[in-house]
């Protein structure tokens, strides 16, 4: 009676254990991707920036006050990213995104 007391106690305590390092090791996962999200979202945003100026650049028919405002146009959308980034990522991310900008 005793021996089926302790194996029932022993599996218990291990299908708790066993469930505990699931449950921390989706919650890593889960605060990775919640890190990474913003930081994709920033070098998208930053490529298609890029793409923009390059392609505002290459218009000839563009005076310079309608590249400013197409350069300008384009990062905008960056600029509420850089902070998310800022915010949610550790700091040797932070520094090179900054750079990127």
């Not at 994709?40 to 006050?65: N, W």
Request: charged letters at 25%; proline letters at 3%; glycine letters at 6%.
């Amino acid at each position: 009676m005793a021996s089926t007391v302790v194996g029932g106690a022993i599996a218990t305590a291990s299908a708790g254990l066993l469930d505990h390092r699931r449950w921390r090791r989706e919650r890593g996962d889960q605060h990775t991707d919640q890190r990474r999200t913003p930081c994709v979202s920033y070098l998208t945003a930053l490529v298609g920036a890029r793409h923009s100026c390059r392609v505002a650049v290459r218009d000839r028919d563009l005076d310079a006050q309608q590249r400013r405002h197409a350069v300008w146009g384009a990062f905008e959308a960056c600029t509420a990213l850089r902070y998310e980034v800022s915010i949610c990522a550790p700091r040797n991310v932070v520094k090179p995104a900054d750079d990127a900008f």
